[in-house]
């Protein structure tokens, strides 16, 4: 039999398929205790872009690693840290995402109260997310080279207000306040604007939701709440999830917060969308969220605020500033921009 002859060698380089087309993926890296802003994100995010989006409870370096697995198409996908808070600046530093979009968002804490914005690896991080014009010095001032490669986004939190039934009965005497038990909430300025409320009538009383504190703060509080003979006044509702607050909301008259700062104060707008009115005082970054009406600096404004309270003043305020919708869309924009060229 004659033998065949023998093919040419080829000087092509082998064939190599071209990936399968599919959606981009954005992985969504969550910490235990620090995911209740995501919820939102995660749900409405897929309709507004064209991403897939999964999210990943980072409880140890496995959870990481499937993350990164999931996003496998570099030049389309993309991981969202949640929060600026460890392990994540660690993490940051020490993966190689190779060409992986990376966006970090940076909530109150990290900026204020720890160096964790100050320790990031920005290099390696395409966008960086904060909720106001306040944050963003914030995370300026701590990290004053992040701008030579990171773009830096405001983009306001949003409320869905479906979620938001308008209270149908108002009780004006009735005054919420919610929130941690700690010393930046300030519980301690919610009775003595209480006491000057009862001086004037009786029918005042403090409703209380909070998830716990710190021993300081709570003991200080009631000490002060015995002193000023308040005890019958304050009615502590104790620990609600979030799926309670709307209706919690709605029992109350206005909703006082003595916080000494926000990035933005979900409790507040919350509030506000089911009708109730407000009283906040006015900290660093207030006046970007809360109109000067709503806003106090000493226990008599507080006092004449309340006394003054009216229902449903500000729900359509939330509603055409600080919707859901205005943050998915906005966040939909940040991901269609192309990504930067990162450090690996």
Sequence with gaps: ???????????????????????????????????????????????MTNHDVQAFQVTSLA?????LAWTDRPDIDALWFEFCWPPFPRLIGQT????????VRVHRIEAMETSHVADTPWHKVSDVIVVSRDMAARVAKAAPKLERTTR????????????????????????GWCGLMTLRKNPSLALQILFGLRVLDERYHLHICSNGGEPLATESFFHLAGRLDLLDAVHIDGRLPPSAMPAWHARNGTLLHTSLHESFGYGIAE???????LAVLDHPGSAEFWPSATRFGTVEEAVWLIRDAAPHRWRDHVARHFSLSRQLAATAELLRAPALAMAS
């Excluded at 399968?20 to 994100?41: I, K, T, V």
């Excluded at 190689?96 to 966006?103: A, E, K, L, P, W």
């Excluded at 207000?161 to 009780?171: C, E, G, M, Q, R």
């Design 152 to 175: 830096l986004h405001l983009v306001h939190n949003g409320l869905d207000p479906t979620l938001f039934v308008p209270l149908a009965s108002w009780d004006r005497y009735r005054v």
């Design 96 to 103: 190689d995402f190779g060409g992986r979009r990376v966006i």
């Design 1 to 47: 039999m004659d033998q065949l002859p023998t093919p040419p060698i080829s000087n092509l380089p082998p064939f190599v398929p071209e990936p399968l087309p599919r959606r981009p993926r954005l992985a969504f890296l969550l910490l235990p205790g620090l995911d209740h802003f995501a919820q939102a994100l995660l749900d409405g995010l897929p309709g």
């Design 271 to 277: 509030a506000a969308s089911v009708g109730c009115d």
């Design 63 to 67: 959870a990481f690693e499937a993350a």
